[in-house]
């Protein structure tokens, strides 16, 4: 997603400030097979030590590198959060697992029941998940990373060039004609 756009003129140079947001969905499964959790990637982790901790014996029989250790806040469609600590950090794994065993030992109760899965904690609702191919998938909030550009230059034509990935020049004089991105200057010379 892409904000709207700031102009601000001092003097002859133009400040243009772009906000953007790069949201996904972390897909978190429930595996009580699993004695540990695990997690693939590392921008999920609150807070993280990048440590050689050896390898963890996978389901299927091979051992998959342990990159590090540390903690990642599951947040649910219910606005309840659940704090894992001690989660391994596997970049070769294909899904994040949440150990059914160890949320047991955190005091959480799990109930598998209808195709879906139903977390709480001391009598109180946490979280959910569904049946999807034989696995329960937790139902977590999106996360979203905003990220703030910005870029200081006196030449239009090259930030609406860079922000559509490189497109050519008649392009953009195209979009400026639909009235789509604000007029620019086409300066001789652009890139």
Not at 54 to 72: E, F
Not at 98 to 108: A, E, K
Not at 150 to 163: A, F, G, K, L, P
Request: proline letters at 1%.
């Amino acid at each position: 997603m892409l904000a709207r756009l700031k102009e601000e003129h001092l003097g002859k140079v133009i400040i243009y400030t772009t906000v953007f947001s790069v949201c996904h969905s972390p897909v978190w499964w429930i595996d009580t097979g699993a004695n540990v959790h695990v997690c693939a990637d590392i921008s999920l982790f609150s807070s993280y030590l990048a440590d050689d901790t050896g390898a963890l014996l996978m389901g299927n029989g091979s051992h998959a590198h342990v990159l590090g250790v540390g903690t990642v806040i599951l947040k649910f469609t219910s606005g309840k959060t659940v704090l894992m600590k001690n989660v391994r950090h596997v970049s070769s794994i294909k899904k994040n697992l949440v150990s059914g065993s160890q949320l047991c030992r955190d005091g959480y109760k799990i109930v598998l029941e209808a195709n879906k899965v139903i977390l709480s904690k001391f009598g109180i609702f946490i979280g959910k998940g569904y049946d999807c191919g034989g696995l329960f998938r937790l139902s977590m909030l999106d996360v979203c990373n905003k990220v703030v550009n910005q870029t200081v230059i006196s030449n239009e034509s090259n930030i609406w060039h860079s922000r559509f990935c490189h497109v050519n020049f008649g392009c953009l004089t195209w979009l400026e004609n639909m009235n789509l991105i604000p007029k620019f200057n086409l300066v001789k010379g652009s890139k």
